[in-house]
């Protein structure tokens, strides 16, 4: 096992789901309302300190982590999944920089230290959540907002 202490790996945070623009449809109910459901979280990306791991070898053969996007939304109010959280381990001692500053981003020291290095998008609005009083049929949904992509 060759002892590896200095590797560059590019994060990706997921990306928000988009909104859903739907109206309820029934036999008897020839006007419904706007039912389209709000868009899931896309996944942040941490970095987790652990004593299993003693060289950063791993990294020479996988260097890019993408975590996942959020679902859109859907009709009938529903929401869209959140995407999941990736936890990329590292050994005890290890040192996190960004690449484009060349500022430390944290310390790893002890087994559980966890830094958030890529923040997910938010999921976009349906347009239920834009419904008032004076707008009862919204024709427009809110796309995703990207998060801090990472490095």
Known sequence: ?????????????????????????????????????????????????????QTLEDFTYKTQFKAQSGEEGRRANQSGKDGEDLIIEVPCGTIVWDAETGEPLGDLVEPGDTLLVALGGRGGRGNATFATSTNQAPRFSEKE???NPGT
């Open 1 to 53: 096992m060759k002892f590896i202490d200095r590797a560059e790996i590019n994060v990706h945070a997921g990306r928000g789901g988009n909104g859903c623009m739907s109206f309820r449809r029934e036999k008897y109910i020839p006007k419904g309302g706007p039912d389209g459901g709000n868009g899931g979280r896309g996944g942040n990306v941490y970095i987790k300190a652990t004593d299993r791991l």
């Open 145 to 147: 907002k990207l998060g």
